[in-house]
């Protein structure tokens, strides 16, 4: 087992500078120079200073040794400083801001796999039964509804119209006078429509693939044998089948990850949620190169460590995995 | 003969399954929609200020926006820029996905390896952040946005050409192509390439409704297409401050995208479905 995760590890090592490669060959797409926003735009800035900006980010030096700088630099996980009026570390900034998104990506995972994965079942054992049908129209729709425009429906419905729940940040302004219980019922509440949103995209997909995984499954020649000894159909759907249907859900889970945090660009904007996407999104418009150069090469690392965890899960939970000749 | 029986084959499967007929109509309604009506309509930037903020009546049957203009005109009208979007863009993606797929899959070992590990590579972007971050560097142009969307979407299309071609490249047919002394390129792109492109038939179809869901997020953020063109996610957001009071600002264009997004992947489906029977429900 530790042989396998260190492999993977290994593996992951081309992958990372793969990832730096690229974000650095976006950013350096763009015309222009990363110093002309601090001073083209600003016309009290000298020529000296301008002078001085380019050799502080050694734009006068050829792109590959600029690239190799950067990389060394990023080993020890120094992304710089944000070209924002506070001036303040990169790293610093993220870091702040991820744990919000994370927190409500995970929340909106479970509630995928809360609801997903029952109706997958339920419409795989009872295929082409009503339910069945109504589910699969259901999952069409939730497939093609654009997140944002259902987001901003449900904020004016349920928000506006109603007041039911608050619509934009995650605490109220009196937060700091609540007590603990209080605290924890005013950030569940703002969060109810940021996660039901990012959850909404997922569940169609989801549902669909438990269904085919589990109608796969039962139809394989051991639930058979479990019919034909005499099992009950609960132990057979339940145990049996179900266990087997959802071992490639953590796969899925591992790969879902980048469109869940890039689908978190759109529900923090708006929302107004402090989170990484809407931190991203503030940095791409007032072009902070600094800051996007960080954010996506965090993205992308974050998508790598969720495909680690899924796959070490994977291996945990199917011995087919562990002991195949391939994983050792 | 055979190619025949299985095209008709093809097309009755296909005229079976109820679903992919409802998004085969809804797509080809978007066509007419994109190419027949603006013959018909108005200019879809007539302002009109005396008919401000209408709402929907016989005159304009989807309302008016904040400067008079008919909605019903620029979802016409923004039917043109979705379709336009999604097609240039998964055309794009596609031309790269299987060019690199049928490449990586046809000479396999180690040539195999390396590209496949820029695909793995490229997948780790979120690459909604990926486009994001292209787009506002240069600048939000519809072109841009096309390539930038097919240059962002083309890993999965390369992946299905790859195993397809891993598997066809051990068939008589390529020997005997080989034995006739057929180049490299021919034997990939006039041999192997017609038997490998169903799957990425299906794969751009959905992608067509992908690409058009992006476009109008990205519209969405306001850095997509720009106004005064008309498309269905900048007409979204143009609604969405006055959503309180005119409500099908940003209703009937959100509809719009889900009914078209929704017909694009019936159809996708469908076509999977009747391409291979043993998938079906």
Redesign the interface.
Known sequence: MLRYIFRRLLMMI??LI??TL?SFI??N???GEPTDLQTQMNPDVSAEYQQRLRLQYDLDKPLLVRYGKWLGRLAVLDFGRSFASDHRLVRDKVLERLPVTIMINLLAILVILVVAIPLGIVAAIR??SFFDKSTTILV??G????S??LA??L??LLG??YGLLPVSGIKSLGYEYLGPVGRFFDVARHLILPVLISAFGGLAGFSRYMRSNMLEVIGQDFILTARAKGLPEQVVIGKHALRNALLPLITILGLSV??L???S??FE?IFAIPGMGKL??DG??M?DYPL?MG??VM??VL??AG?LLADIAYAIADPRIRHSPASR | MTVIWVQQNFIARMLRNRMAVCGGIIVLFMFFLAFVAPFFCQDPGAIDVSRRLSPPSPAHFLGTDDLGRDVLTRIVHGARISLLVGFVAIGIASVIGVTYGALAGYYGGKTDAVMMRLVDIMLCFPTFFLILAVIALLEPSIWNIMIIIGLTGWMGIARMVRAEFLSLRERDFVLAARVVGGSDLRIIFRHILPSALSPVLVAATLGIAGAILTESALSFLGIGVQPPTPSWGNMLIAGKQTLGTAWWLSFFPGCAILVTVLGYNLLGEGVRDALDPRLGD
Request: glycine share 10%.
């Open positions: 081309p992958l793969g990832i690229i976006v950013i797409l763009a015309p295929r082409n069409f729709i497939f093609a509804m654009p944002f425009w901003l429906l904020m004016d506006v119209r980048p469109g945090i890039g689908g660009v759109i904007t991203f999104y791409v418009m072009r996007i954010v996506l993205g992308a998508t790598l495909n």
